[in-house]
């Protein structure tokens, strides 16, 4: 089993030295696209990107900026999937796959600090203090402090989106304002350096937005392009305006007691602050 | 590291169990949607969908079917990440996770078989006689055939798009014809039981397609409400009809030696039949 691994790890290397050639701006542009502040020829510093995984959460929230990061950004960004330990965690879609980063091997200066959502796992995270210390320490020296669906829940409840407009996955918007957030019901909300996405998809939005504001345009519509993100959904059914009735009714019912514990959860988190 | 294994299925199995009657018609709703066929009362047989997971795989080509999947389909239908063994395997965009079934232990009667795309490891895939004769033993008696990317060159070097319509993402296209597949220049396409996607996004639309086909509109459309899905790409750049040509021609000419790759392997896979 250690060989294997070894050996799937050549053919990911391998495969990260097509896509950062495919995706990325390559360094033998000629026309360069670092900082204006680094001197031609030198290694601009390595960036952080650290995205918290957890038991339950969606993987979807999570996969879909890591993919258009990872399309569109330089070889001097490095992607950290991060838990309390290294064991592996299981989403609520049953993948289970491994952190790559422990709260302590975290590193402390981060471009981008980013939560997915999920559902029950999530409500537990806003009632883990280790979890929302740690959340807490890393946004204070994050570049970006971020959010997909109710990964923002988490945030709030780490006292991170007080003050600050934000938003989450439609059914738990109700729950911002008990989190001192200002709901805004939006798929994208940027408000100073604090950015939140809407449900599950709109991940791939807000990762495509990150990427242009971090690489420039050309970067993230070259990931827009490999990743063929051209959308055409089945249905209407996006949100609780456009879809049925028939539709709306049966998933807010079924969603209301999780809306209720995460309330609940919220004013908990509220009492520790 | 065992004990924790134990707590984070524990946390799966609950946040799963929301999810399905989030997501899923749930059995307590009166008007039963079960099969004609089955009787009232009576549980339907236990479906199965195979998803292949390989080193280099696209993460996103995967997870984006599989939650449309799990957030529409009822219980009666069983999730497989299928690999040659359980040993972890790694996506092009440096994601470890582990399959749930090896080639021996996954089912042989599947509702859906399913194949992802990448780049290298994908390529890799078309020359790997071990996999492209479990893809065609699997085929065999699948209800549905089906891929997402690149994905469907796999099925093609298997011989399972001879004379059939199908697509794969927009760069590879051209490879299509070298496997007597009909190359069609399209998102989602459908002829008889094999449905193949566009690229790495394309499965988003493509997972809610096959949940209606099978579990129904109303199933596919509370998935598509579950997951927010109501995408508003922050550029015009999604195909090479509508990107920049500043922005395609790089991806373009940095895809050519992958698609040079493909076409032999193609050639080599033909030699095979």
């Known amino acids: ?62 996969i879909g900026p890591q993919t258009a990061f990872a399309f569109s950004f330089l070889e001097d960004v490095q992607n950290h999937l991060v838990w309390k330990t290294l064991d ?4 609520d879609t049953g993948i289970t796959l491994h952190p790559t980063a422990s709260f302590e091997t975290c590193p402390e200066e981060l471009a981008i600090l980013f939560v997915p959502g999920g559902m029950a796992g999530t409500i537990a995270l806003m009632r883990d203090v280790e979890v929302l210390d740690f ?48 709901r805004v019901d939006a798929r994208y909300v940027e408000d100073r350096n604090r950015i939140t996405g809407g449900g599950v998809t709109s991940g791939i939005d807000f990762g ?16 827009q392009l490999v990743m063929e993100y051209d959308p055409d959904p089945p249905f209407q059914a ?12 049966p998933v807010r019912s079924r969603l209301a007691p999780s809306v209720a514990d995460a309330r609940l959860a919220a004013e908990q988190a509220r009492a520790r602050w």
């Open 208 to 223: 495509l937005r990150i990427a242009a504001k971090m690489q420039g345009e050309e970067a993230a519509q070259r990931a």
């Open 238 to 249: 996006g949100t609780p305006e456009s879809a049925p009735a028939a539709v709306v009714e």
């Open 135 to 182: 959340l807490a320490a890393r946004a204070e020296r994050a570049t970006y402090v971020t959010s997909v669906c109710t990964g923002s829940l988490v945030l709030g409840a780490a006292g991170l989106l007080r003050g600050y407009r934000a938003t989450t996955h439609w059914g738990m918007r109700e729950v911002l304002p008990l989190l001192e957030a200002e």
């Open 88 to 91: 592996p965690v299981t989403t």
């Open 1 to 62: 089993m250690r060989r294997r691994q070894i050996l799937d790890l050549a053919a990911v290397s391998a495969a990260l030295a097509t896509l950062q050639t495919l995706g990325g701006c390559a360094k033998d542009d000629g026309d360069s696209e670092q900082s204006p502040t680094t001197p031609r020829g030198e290694n601009p510093p390595m960036q952080h990107i650290a995205m918290l995984v957890y038991p339950g959460f969606t993987a979807l929230d999570l």
